[in-house]
């Protein structure tokens, strides 16, 4: 098992503002909900490793989970206010397709798959933010402040 995948299992991260995926590559994410995000390149994870061998997040909750035929997608916060993640996993295998982690996204309370792309609410009272995550393409994210929470 990798690095990555190996941390998800005890519901830990990195604690840089990317996507994270099971073959330790990582796409550093720029940016936050109001003004949209930009994608990196794609990386191995063992440059964050040599940069700090011990950053990890170990408290991710997961507040919200949901199965489709092939995929099962979580979605939650930490204990400090302003993280929030949504991991997509395969179902038949459960392996780690994706995790996405980001310090001002606030917590994720929902997340559902419409066609090809995870759809996940995060809250910032008194607003909340669409997420439109493509499964194939995760670093394509778009976000959008729906209404107040």
Known sequence: MNIIESHWRQRQSLIEDAIYFGND????????????Y??????????LLQADPDPWDDGL????????NNFEIFAGGTAWEAVGFVALEQRSTGRLLWLLYL??????????????IVLAISEDAPFQFEWHIPIQ?????TVTAIHDA
């Not at 310090?103 to 090809?116: D, R």
């Open 103 to 116: 310090n001002n996204s606030e917590h994720f309370i929902k997340v559902s798959l419409q066609g090809s």
């Open 25 to 36: 590559d990582f796409i550093e994410l720029d940016g936050n909900p109001n003004d949209g």
């Open 61 to 68: 909750d997961v507040y919200w989970s949901v199965q489709t």
């Open 38 to 47: 930009q994608a990196g390149i794609r990386a191995s994870v063992a440059t």
């Open 137 to 141: 393409s995760p670093e394509k994210l």
